[in-house]
T-cell receptor
């Protein structure tokens, strides 16, 4: 079983829809990261969080440490949001230099 | 723009050839990383450098070597390229590795070994 699991793997939405991407992890962490990767492009860090909730524009990230679960929400989705969204965790303790990544969720937003 | 710069962006090698991927950051970050990204798999850590003068193996170090040349630069060398090393390589940096800092990624190097 992977240490970081994302769902769904693929997601197609109509422009304007509210989108949720989920991430579950099985290890102790000091932080969880949400990243965005456009086709053929580099990787951009969207959020880093260790508790609670963060918001940036139309993007909201939440984490529940007790349940080992995080969600990334996109409100009023737009075609430019089409990308792969990747969840990654920083292990707590001795392995804190290593990020473990989920396999990503490919989002397509149709006009 | 400030950030992480990787060169080259694309490279085709023949099996057995060697090459060095270059990475430089201008954010005064202490820690630097090399990852590879393969279809159907998450990014995997090859090597990292927690601070200038130190390097450590990650999850998939075989076939690679690294050099932390100074605080800004961290290079990845393939001594004898193999088709299994066909991948997209990303360099990243962070202020530190405690998990309380975010990461900045380069734009990637797409390497094909034939």
């Amino acid at each position: 079983k992977n240490e970081v699991e994302q769902s769904p793997q693929n997601l197609t939405a109509q422009e304007g829809e509210f989108i949720t991407i989920n991430c579950s992890y099985s290890v102790g962490i000091s932080a969880l990261h949400w990243l965005q990767q456009h086709p053929g492009g580099g990787i951009v860090s969207l959020f880093m969080l260790s508790s609670g909730k963060k918001k940036h524009g139309r993007l909201i990230a939440t984490i529940n440490i007790q349940e080992k679960h995080s969600s990334l929400h996109i409100t009023a989705s737009h075609p430019r949001d089409s990308a792969v969204y990747i969840c990654a965790v920083t292990h707590s303790g001795a392995g804190s230099y290593q990020l473990t990544f989920g396999k990503g969720t490919k989002l397509s937003v149709i006009p | 723009n400030a950030g992480v710069t990787q060169t080259p962006k694309f490279q085709v090698l023949k099996t057995g050839q060697s090459m060095t991927l270059q990475c430089a950051q201008d954010m005064n970050h202490n820690s630097m990383y090399w990852y590879r990204q393969d279809p159907g798999m998450g990014l995997r850590l090859i090597y990292y450098s927690a601070s200038e003068g130190t390097t450590d193996k990650g999850e998939v170090p075989n076939g690679y070597n690294v050099s932390r040349l100074n605080k800004r630069e961290f290079s990845l060398r393939l001594e004898s390229a193999a088709p299994s090393q066909t991948s997209v390589y990303f360099c990243a940096s962070s202020v530190g590795g405690s998990g309380t800092y975010g990461y900045t990624f380069g734009s990637g190097t797409r390497l094909t070994v034939v």
